[in-house]
C-alpha cells in the first residue's frame, strides 16, 4: 500500500521529499509547440528525453520510500492498454500518478503492478479529471512485481538472463516514445530491448550509490533516479549503450518531466532550477526560478519534516508561508504547455512562463479526499 514518507506518492514521477507529482512523456502524434524557454539554445535537442519514477527497488542495501510512474506512445503502449479508470463523483485521482502527455492530452496515470494503468485526463484550465483508457505514458518507467510475471524474468514477451538482481523487489520497465524499443531495469543491469525482434541489444549496470526510484528512456537517454531514506536523491544519465553522461544530484523534492516534442526536464530542489535536457548528451542550460521571500524566523519550509497536525502558531506559520510559496512547487513535475511550462504536485496545477519562470497561475488538482486515518499528502 503506498504511504507518504517524505517522499512522492505512488505511481509518481516526483523525487522524494514530498507527496506528489509525476511526469510522463510525449506520444508520437500532433507535438504541441516547442517551449521558448531553450528554443535557441544549442542544449535543447527535439529529439531527446524523458521523465518519471517508479515504486523504490533496492539497490546496494538501501529500503527506498519513493514510488512509480509510467510509460509508452501509440505503439509502445501495445499489449499494456488497460481499461479506464474507475469513476467516482465527481471525478478525482488518488494521487497525481505520472504527469504528461499522451498525444495531446495532459494525464494522470498509475500503474497496477502488472503492467496495467489507469488513467485521467486533466482540464488545464480547472485542475478537473475524467477517466480515459489506462495505458503507459511515453518514455516513463513503471513498477512490475515480480511475483505478477508471466515467468520468471520475462515481462510480457521480453526476456532477460540473470544478473544477481534482488527478487525481493518489483522491477522497472519503461517503452521509448518511438515505440520500437524498451528499457528493463530489474535490480542488477538495465537491458534494452528492439522489440520488433524482442532480442537485447544492449545491457549494463546502473550504478547507484543509494536505492532505485525510477527509470526513463527518451531520445537517446536512459535516466535512473535513486534516492536516500534522508534527504538526498539523484538521477544519473546514460546512453542507450550504457555509457555514463552526467548526473544531477539536487533531486531531492524534484521530479522528472517529459516536453510533448520528446525532451526530458528535471525540475530540482523543490523546483528551485529547471533544465531542458538535449537529447545525446543529457545536459542542458540549467535555469533558475526566482527566489521566493524570506521565510518567517526559524522556519524551513521545504523541511519534509513539517507536521500540518502541529498547533503550535510558528510551525502553522511555517506551514502557511510553505503552502503560498512553495506548495506547487516541491516536487513537481514540469513538462511544456504552449510556450510555457506546467507543474503538477500532489494538490496543484502550476503553469510558470516559459522564459522568466514566473508564476503565471495555478488551480487545484481534484485528488480524491484522503481517508481520515489515511497519510498526509499536504
Known amino acids: 500500500m503506498c504511504v507518504a514518507m517524505a517522499v512522492a506518492a505512488c505511481g509518481s514521477n516526483a523525487a522524494p521529499g514530498a507527496p506528489a507529482g509525476a511526469g510522463s512523456g510525449p506520444a508520437n502524434t500532433a507535438p504541441a509547440p516547442p517551449i521558448a524557454v531553450d528554443a535557441h539554445s544549442p542544449d535543447a535537442s527535439a529529439g531527446s528525453a524523458v521523465q518519471g519514477g517508479g515504486r523504490p527497488v533496492a539497490r546496494d542495501g538501501g529500503a527506498a520510500p519513493a514510488d ?35 498525444g495531446r492530452e495532459l494525464v494522470s496515470c498509475h500503474p497496477d503492478g502488472g503492467g496495467g494503468h489507469a488513467c485521467w485526463t486533466i482540464d488545464k484550465a480547472t485542475g478537473k479529471v475524467r477517466p480515459r483508457r489506462g ?41 521509448h516514445p518511438d515505440g520500437a524499443r524498451a528499457a528493463i531495469d530489474d535490480g542488477g543491469r538495465v537491458f534494452v530491448f528492439d522489440r520488433a525482434s524482442k532480442t537485447i541489444v544492449s545491457s549494463f549496470v546502473a550504478r547507484l550509490p543509494n536505492s532505485l526510484m525510477g527509470l526513463w528512456f527518451v531520445g537517446d537517454l536512459i535516466l535512473v533516479a535513486g534516492t536516500d531514506a534522508g534527504p538526498y536523491a539523484e538521477v544519473e544519465v546514460y546512453s542507450a549503450r550504457g ?30 532550477t529547471i533544465t531542458v535536457l538535449n537529447g545525446k548528451t543529457g545536459k542542458g542550460k540549467k535555469r533558475k526560478r526566482r527566489a521566493p521571500p524570506r521565510p ?72 480524491c479526499p484522503r481517508p481520515p486515518d489515511g497519510p498526509e499528502l499536504r
Not at 514477451?157 to 520497465?173: A, H, Q
Not at 519550509?301 to 503550535?312: C, F, K, M, T
Open 68 to 102: 512509480a510512474g509510467s510509460a509508452s506512445g501509440d505503439r509502445a503502449a501495445a499489449g499494456a492498454r488497460g481499461t479506464p479508470a474507475a469513476a467516482s463523483d465527481p471525478p478525482c485521482v488518488p494521487s497525481l500518478g505520472a504527469f504528461g502527455y499522451i
Open 296 to 367: 518567517p524566523a526559524d522556519c524551513d519550509p521545504i523541511d519534509p519534516s513539517l507536521d500540518p497536525s502541529d498547533r503550535d502558531p510558528r510551525r502553522q506559520a511555517c506551514l502557511a508561508f510553505r503552502a503560498r510559496h512553495y506548495g506547487p512547487y516541491i516536487s513537481a513535475v514540469f513538462v511544456d504547455s504552449g510556450r510555457d511550462f506546467i507543474g503538477g504536485t500532489h494538490d496543484w496545477l502550476v503553469v510558470i512562463d516559459g522564459r522568466t519562470l514566473a508564476e503565471k497561475s495555478r488551480v487545484r488538482l481534484a485528488v
Open 243 to 272: 555509457k555514463h553522461l552526467t548526473e544531477y544530484d539536487e533531486f531531492f523534492q524534484g521530479g522528472l518531466g517529459i516536453t510533448s516534442d520528446g525532451r526530458a526536464i528535471i525540475a530540482e530542489a523543490a523546483s528551485d
Open 135 to 175: 495505458e503507459p505514458l511515453p518514455g516513463v518507467g513503471f513498477y512490475v512485481d515480480r511475483d505478477r510475471l508471466g515467468k520468471p524474468r520475462c515481462f510480457q514477451d521480453l526476456c532477460w538472463p540473470t544478473s544477481g538482481e534482488d527478487t525481493s523487489v518489483p522491477l522497472f520497465v519503461a517503452y
